[in-house]
Each structure stands twice: as C-alpha cells, then as structure tokens.
C-alpha cells in the first residue's frame, strides 16, 4: 500500500494520543509536518488557521461528506510548536450539509467560527464563538439564510470594533458576490447585500479589512472573455466607495490590509501557459500602486494562494503548486511591501513526502513565527485527504540567515588575482561604520602594508609595495578587512 511505502521509506511516524509528528525537518527553517487529523481512513478537507495572543495555533476544517448530504465542521487547538490542546473536537454538532469553514480570533482571544450550512431558505450561514478554552459562549445557529445554493465562503475578517466580516457567493437570479456583516455575538448587522453587478456571474471572492473598517473585497467575474479579478470597497456601514474595479485576469484572491492602508492581493492569473500566482497593491482609491507581478515559476501550475503579514510588515504567502509529471507541493515566498523578494519562492511541502497537498493557509503570531496548515492525501493517495501543519521559524531559512549575516560582515576581494604589478581592493563595511582599516601580511605574518579606511565601501590600488614604499617579493599575502566588531580576510598572490 503506498501508506506502508511512505511510512516505509520517507518517514518515521512517532505516535502519541494527541498527534503525530514525522522525525524529520524540511526545509531548513521549517518544522516537521504533524498531522493533526486522526488516522481513521476519513477525509477532512478545507482547513483555514488563525493564532491568538499566547500564540496558540486555532485550525478548523471539514469532514467532507458534503457528498452524502452531511458534513460536521471540527477544530483543534495546538500549541506554538504543534502540541495538541485540543484534539479534533466538533464544533457544528449537527448531521445537515456543514461544510467550508473559516475562523477568527478576536481582540479577547474567542474563537469566531462561520461555516456554510443549511437553513429553511436553503444553504446560508452559520455562526460559533468558543471561549479560549475551548467552551461555548455562542452555539452553533443561523447567522444568515441563503437562498437556493451558497458556495463557497470567500473569506471573514474582524474590523477593529471585532464585527464579523464575511464575503460569500449565493445564487440568486445569477451568482453573485454577498456581503455580510456580524455582531461579535453572530447577530446580522448586514444581513445580506449583493455587491457584484447584476449583470455578470461572480464567485471565489476574497476579503480584508482596513484600520478604519473599511471592507475589501475581491473577486472573480465573467464580464469579459477571461477570468476578471474585479474590486469592490465598502466603508464600515456596508456603504460602497469603490463599486466595482476590474484589475487584472484572475480569481481565488487572498487580500490583505497593512498600516499605511495600501491593499495587498495574491491570486490565480492564467499566464502564456499555466496558471501562476500574481501580486499586486492598491491604495486607498482603489488605483494599483504595484502592478501585478508574478511570483510562483511559470512551468508550475499554481493555485489557491494565501497571504498573511508580520508585525514588521513583511508579507507571507503561500501556495500549492504541481508540475503532473513528478513535482507537486506547497510553495512559500516572503516579500516587502512593495512586493519583492525577502526569501524567494521556495518549496516547504513537496513531493514524495507529501501527496496532492491543496489549500494551504498561513498565519503569523505575535512572535513573528509562521503557522501553515494544509491537507494532503499521503495516507492513503487513492481515497482520503487530512490535515498537516508546520511551524516556519521567520527567520527564517538557512538562506536568508546567511544573506542577514553577509549583511553585517565586512567583505573585501581583490582583483586581478594573483596579480604582477598592482591589483584593485574592493571593500564594503557593515551597515553600521564608516571606518575601518586594511592590512597585508606576509606567508611570516608580519605586517606590510596598512590602508586606513573613511568610508563605507570603495576600491584601493595595491601596488605590491609595503609601507616604506620597498617592492615586495612574489609569494602569498594575506589581506585583512577589519573594523571595531568584525573582520574579514582574503588571500592574494604577487607573481614577479
């Protein structure tokens, strides 16, 4: 069975009641995948994360049995390394159609649940908050009817006043984007307000929230020949300032708001071949201020990216990605807030450990650590998905580290080398001085040549002479780029 093959090969699985946690890590920087699903040959699927103040990590997903007409909506609280605090507990406790989930924590550190569910008007919306101990203070009930059918639920975010906010697709004369708005104990603010035209179906749409509570929303339409990414904003009274703003090719986005207010949104483009993921920003105004740019390789096919933001202000995305041939995962890329690289995209859940792994969903907690979690289909890849999380440290990967620590080196190099008659000293101190010195030592270590330095990079002319001007014999020489706190050598060679 392939379960025993990657049990076999890949893993050893170290079991306990509460999780199961695989004996490896990768990448570096990243933690080893736990399951956080019970090994009972059922599906669970659609997971999305959230973390509270003591950065425990709050993950909910579904049981997928939507199929049968019945589905249950469950949740586990983990830890900040993955330990389990609460195993997978039922939240929805019915036997209807529970299905797609999405989770906030609030201000209080209580746990707003809204999951797509059943009403008398057809499917609609339902609501649940848990204290932080995981006891109820609102039980599972009708937030909103739907109308005919609701699928799926495009995101929630919690304003500054905790009110709910939720984007969500129901069929009405057409498919339309539907926005509504909770009190923080469930109860409808905005019932119900479609926000797409009329006159074109929308769907997969994203949500975030802004520091005056102004609402973003993006979606996908069909008003022209391909998917349009369009955008609507709404101010915190559900008035709508932004009707509606075609921005790009595109669907599925993932939105988020950072301090100076500026939109940042990940998404789905169909490129020149494959689908990839693209980044772009708004202002306020709703015009683009970066304009989209493609961030996964374009020989992958990638879809459902997620995004989330440090307290520094630095973007976490993530995506899954798969080429149909031998190479499939979840790729992660960390970017400023002008959308280039911090950390290049890169592969933290992959092929063969990994088996169709889907729908990943990153938060960040107060410590700037990352919480991914996803389902993948590695237990049984014929029949089953679960759920798998992971903890990415931020900072972050072997590759950035050494990129931080090149930063604060001094660095020297010379050229030509060897050399005969002079060879150019190219020189940057740290970010922190100005000053520092050069010195050349002979094969004895004795000092020849000292150059005092003012400024912080710049090139030297070194004409094989030590300080008296006397002309040195060929050999090897040692160069020493040194300042108050660090140094940094190079070894040349003078041939006559």
Same mark, same amino acid.
């Given at each position: 069975m392939m379960r025993n093959k990657l049990c076999h090969l890949f893993f050893y699985c170290l079991l306990s009641t509460d999780y199961c946690l695989l004996s490896f890590a990768y990448p570096p920087g990243?933690?080893?995948?736990?399951?956080?699903?019970?090994?009972?040959?059922?599906?669970?699927?659609?997971?999305d994360v959230d973390v509270d103040s003591f950065n425990n990590v709050w993950v909910v997903w579904d049981s997928a049995t939507w199929a049968t007409g019945t589905g249950e909506v469950l949740y586990s609280k983990r830890d900040s390394l993955g330990g389990c605090l609460i195993r997978e507990t039922d939240i929805s406790n019915n036997i209807s159609y529970s299905v797609g989930p999405k989770i906030a924590v609030d201000a209080s550190n209580n746990i707003q649940f809204i999951w797509e569910d059943e009403t008398p008007q057809g499917l609609g919306l339902w609501h649940a908050k848990l204290a932080n101990d995981g006891s109820v203070i609102i039980s599972p009930h009708i937030a909103v009817s739907g109308n005919n059918d609701l699928s799926p639920i495009g995101g929630i975010a919690l304003n500054r006043y905790q009110e709910v906010n939720i984007s969500w697709?129901?069929?009405?004369?057409?498919?339309?984007?539907? /926005? &509504? *708005? #909770? =009190?923080?104990? @469930?109860?409808?603010? $905005?019932?119900?307000?479609?926000?797409?035209p009329d006159s074109v179906f929308a769907y997969w749409s994203g949500i975030g929230v802004d520091s005056f509570?102004?609402?973003?929303?993006?979606?996908?339409?069909?008003?022209?020949?391909?998917?349009?990414?369009? /955008? &609507? *904003? #709404? =101010?915190?009274? @559900?008035?709508?300032? $932004?009707?509606?703003?075609?921005?790009?090719?595109?669907?599925?986005?993932?939105?988020?708001?950072?301090?100076?207010?500026?939109?940042?949104?990940?998404y789905p483009h169909h490129g020149t071949t494959n689908w990839v993921i693209n980044y772009l920003k708004l202002d306020q105004q709703g015009n683009i201020i970066v304009w989209p740019k493609t961030l996964s390789p374009t020989h992958h096919y990638s879809m459902n990216p997620h995004i989330a933001m440090d307290s520094l202000q630095y973007l976490h995305v993530v995506w899954n990605f798969n080429n149909w041939v031998d190479t499939m995962g979840i790729m992660y890329t960390k970017l400023d807030t002008l959308g280039n690289f911090v950390i290049p995209p890169m592969p933290v859940v992959?092929?063969?450990?990994?088996?169709?792994?889907?729908?990943?969903?990153?938060?960040?907690?107060?410590?700037?650590?990352?919480?991914?979690?996803?389902?993948?289909q590695r237990l049984d890849s014929a029949a089953t998905e679960d759920i798998f999380y992971k903890r990415g440290e931020n900072e972050q990967t072997v590759r950035e580290l050494e990129r931080l620590?090149?930063?604060?080196?001094?660095?020297?190099?010379?050229?030509?080398?060897?050399?005969?008659?002079?060879?150019?000293?190219?020189?940057?101190?740290?970010?922190?001085?100005?000053?520092?010195?050069?010195?050349?030592?002979?094969?004895?270590?004795?000092?020849?040549?000292?150059?005092?330095?003012n400024n912080r990079s710049g090139t030297i002319q070194w004409d094989g002479v030590d300080d008296s001007g006397a002309i040195l014999p060929s050999g090897v020489y040692f160069m020493r780029l040194s300042h108050a706190k660090s140094s940094q050598s190079v070894t040349v060679v003078l041939l006559r």
């Open positions: 990243w933690s080893d995948d736990i399951l956080l699903t019970p090994e009972d040959m059922k599906s669970r699927i659609d997971p697709n129901e069929i009405a004369a057409n498919i339309q984007i539907t /926005y &509504t *708005k #909770l =009190d923080s104990l @469930g109860d409808a603010i $905005i019932p119900k307000m479609h926000i797409s509570a102004n609402v973003h929303i993006g979606y996908r339409t069909n008003r022209t020949s391909t998917d349009s990414l369009a /955008y &609507t *904003k #709404l =101010d915190k009274d @559900g008035n709508i300032l $932004i009707e509606y703003k075609v921005l790009d090719s595109g669907l599925l986005p993932s939105i988020i708001v950072d301090k100076s207010q500026n939109i940042h949104i990940v992959y092929w063969p450990i990994a088996i169709y792994p889907a729908l990943p969903r990153i938060a960040v907690d107060r410590n700037n650590r990352l919480h991914l979690v996803w389902m993948d620590k090149a930063q604060q080196k001094p660095q020297i190099c010379a050229f030509p080398n060897p050399f005969t008659t002079q060879t150019k000293i190219s020189f940057s101190l740290s970010q922190e001085t100005e000053k520092g010195k050069i010195e050349i030592f002979d094969i004895l270590g004795r000092r020849v040549r000292e150059f005092f330095i």
